[in-house]
C-alpha cells in the first residue's frame, strides 16, 4: 500500500496535485550544436506518491529534475513548456524567486554524498544553515532539530556526529546527512537522483527503506531518479522511462512490468537480476550507444539498437501513444506483445539481420502498421 493508499479512507480520496509539469523541454548550447537533453516531459505529481525516473546514463533523467527546480541557470540553457508547483507557474522564476521553493518546498539528493556535502564545514552547521535560511528557528531550537534529524535518518550518537566533518563518515552515513539536510526544512516533493548509486549494494538498500519511511512519515511526494528498473520495481507507483531525451514510456508501475510495450522497457528489463535467477547469469547489457542528442537519428531514436526495427522505423518518429490501459503510453510502431511486433521480429531472424538492422523489404512483406 502507498502513503496515498493509507490516507485514503472510506470512499473519500484525497488526492492533492503538487507538480504538473506539461510538455517540458531543456537543451543546451554547446560549441557543437544545440544539446536536446530533455524533450517534451509531460507528468503529473501528488502528494505522497512516488514517479520513478529510468534511463541510461545520458538519458537526461538528471537535466530533468534539475530543470523542474529551476537549478540550471545561463543564458546557454533553452527552457520550454510549464511547471507548474501547487498550481502555480514556476517556469519563470528567477533564482531569487526559487530560493523560497528550495528546500521549503522542494529539494533534492545527489548521487554522489562527497560532493554535496561542503567538506571543510561541520556536519552540525551545514543543516542549521539550511534551518535558519528557511525558518524562524533560534540557534538552540535549530540544534535541537539537527540532533533530531539526523537520528531519524539512523545516525547513532547524533550530537556527537555535529561536529564532525563529512570525511570522518562512510559513504552510507553521509548519504543520511544529505538525506537529513534535503529533509530539514520539510519539502513536499524530495528528488532523490540516483542516491544510492555510489554506495555499496548493502547499504542501497537500507538507504532506499530509509527513504521510504521518510517519506511515509512526511507524506512527501518523491521522484526518484535511478538507471535501474529494479529500485522502482517495489517503490515507485508510477515510472517514466527515458531515452535520448524523451520518455518513451509512462504507466503505472504495475502496469509497466506486466504490460510493457517498449523494446526499449524490455531491454532495460533483461539487464537487471531477478532473485529467481541462477547465480551467476549472465545479464544482457543494451548492445549500441545511445543516441546523439545534438542531431539525432531521423527515426525512433533507438531503432540502431532494436531488434524489432523495421524500414519505417528509420524513416518516421514514433509519437507518444496511449495503450488500452488508461495512462499507459508508449513510443513505439511495433509493441512488445501484439502481432504486429511479432511478425517484426520474425522477420528480421529469418533475414538473419543483426539487431538495429530491419530485414529487407520483399514482395511478400506484410503491410507495417
Ligand atoms: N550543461 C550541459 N551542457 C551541455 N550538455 C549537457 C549539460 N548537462 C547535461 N548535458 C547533456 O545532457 C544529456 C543528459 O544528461 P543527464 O545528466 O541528464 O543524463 P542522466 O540520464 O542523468 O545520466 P546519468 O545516468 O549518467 O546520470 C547528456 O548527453 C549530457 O551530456
Ligand atoms: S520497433 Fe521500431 S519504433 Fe519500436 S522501438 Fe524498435 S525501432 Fe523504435
Ligand atoms: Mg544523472
Not at 522502482?232 to 517514466?240: F, G, K
Request: glycine share 8%.
Amino acid at each position: 500500500m502507498t502513503a496515498l493508499d493509507a490516507e485514503t479512507s472510506g470512499s473519500a480520496t484525497l488526492r492533492q496535485t503538487l507538480l504538473e509539469v506539461t510538455d517540458l523541454s531543456t537543451s543546451f548550447r554547446t560549441e557543437r550544436g544545440v544539446v536536446h537533453a530533455v524533450d517534451g516531459v509531460t507528468f503529473t505529481l501528488d502528494r505522497g506518491r512516488t514517479l520513478g525516473v529510468v534511463g541510461e546514463s545520458g538519458s537526461g533523467k538528471t537535466v530533468l529534475s534539475r530543470s523542474i527546480m529551476g537549478l540550471l541557470g545561463g543564458k546557454n540553457v533553452i527552457r520550454n513548456g510549464s511547471v507548474r508547483y501547487e498550481g502555480t507557474e514556476i517556469i519563470g522564476y528567477s533564482a531569487k524567486q526559487m530560493s523560497s521553493v528550495w528546500g521549503a518546498e522542494m529539494s533534492m539528493i545527489f548521487q554522489d554524498p562527497m560532493t554535496s556535502l561542503n567538506p571543510v564545514m561541520k556536519i552540525g552547521k551545514q543543516i542549521t544553515e539550511s534551518l535558519h535560511r528557511h525558518l524562524d528557528v533560534d540557534k538552540d531550537e535549530a540544534k535541537q532539530t539537527a540532533v533530531a534529524l539526523l537520528k531519524s535518518v539512523g545516525i547513532p550518537a547524533p550530537e556527537q556526529r555535529l561536529e564532525e566533518y563529512p570525511h570522518q563518515l562512510s559513504g552510507g552515513m553521509r548519504q543520511r546527512v544529505t538525506i537529513a539536510i534535503a529533509l530539514a526544512c520539510g519539502p513536499k516533493i524530495l528528488f532523490a537522483d540516483e542516491p544510492t548509486t555510489a554506495l555499496d549494494v548493502t547499504v542501497q538498500a537500507q538507504i532506499l527503506d530509509l527513504l521510504e519511511d521518510q517519506q511515509r512519515e512526511r507524506h512527501m511526494a518523491m521522484i526518484l531518479v535511478t538507471h535501474d528498473l529494479g529500485v522502482v520495481r517495489t517503490r515507485a507507483d508510477e515510472i517514466i522511462v527515458m531515452y535520448g531525451g524523451k520518455v518513451v514510456e509512462q504507466a503505472p508501475t504495475r502496469t509497466l512490468f506486466s504490460s510493457k510495450k517498449m523494446p526499449y522497457t524490455e531491454a532495460l528489463l533483461r539487464s537487471i537480476p531477478r532473485l529467481d535467477m541462477p547465480s551467476h547469469t549472465r545479464l544482457d547489457a543494451i548492445p549500441g550507444r545511445p543516441p546523439n542528442l545534438i542531431s539525432p537519428p531521423k527515426g525512433c531514436n533507438f531503432a540502431p539498437r532494436c531488434r524489432y526495427v523495421q524500414q519505417r522505423c528509420l524513416e518516421e518518429r514514433p509519437p507518444l501513444v496511449e495503450a488500452e490501459t488508461p495512462g499507459h503510453f508508449y513510443r513505439c510502431f511495433f509493441p512488445i506483445g501484439t502481432p504486429e511486433n511479432a511478425d517484426a521480429l520474425e522477420r528480421n531472424q529469418a533475414a538473419g539481420t543483426p539487431v538495429g538492422v530491419p530485414a529487407p523489404r520483399s514482395a511478400s512483406t506484410p503491410e507495417e502498421s
